[in-house]
């Protein structure tokens, strides 16, 4: 193949991606939505494009905002819908970071139906203890936010025209940590087995290239990705 915007998917399926925190969830899902040309759904980048909108929706979302008040499962699938039928024809969909709940996932997996689209659920698999460690260790740079794992050495960022100083973040302690994992575990793990069949488990305990070439030996069949 020689040129990557020519990529080729030739069926209809949007990808519902999961992940415990430091999985390697973002890289690989940017992997992915390049690769197969999928629209990232990601909320928080929704509900700040939708706030400037003059529309009923963009209105709603606003006003919830300016409240202070979370965004409930009802407004969530309101703006998901809004987002799909706002696609352009054959494009796909990579859901980043919802549902994080049962709840929620049920009403995704109706909605969806509902929209006769069909979609598969992907885990970056990762034990809880490599999480741990990958986020007990880990630093970000302090100019461009860049994360740099352990194995990473140098005192400075490595992005050219950064040079800034690699810091281990302020919200990477244990506690904070180990309470989001457990979250995690108790809220979106029973929402990933609902996806039952309809789920691809990948193993994010190799080095990130790898991982992200075990989702592409997976996924090509399921995408219908031909070179
Ligand atoms: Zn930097």
Redesign the pocket.
Known sequence: MNNPSENQTDSQMDLILFGMQGAGKGTVGKAIAEKYNLQTFEMGGELRRLAQESSELGQKVKEIIESGKLVGDDVVMEIVENFIRGLVEGANVLFDGIPRKVEQAKLLKDLLESLNRQFTAVLVDIKKETALTRLTTRRV?D??K?VYPEAYKEPN?A?ED?G?TLIVRADDNTSAIETRLNTYETETVPAIELFGKNLVKIDGEPPIEEVRDLAFEKLDPIMGYTE
Do not use: L, S, V
């Open positions: 740079c100019t461009c860049e960022c992005k950064c800034g």
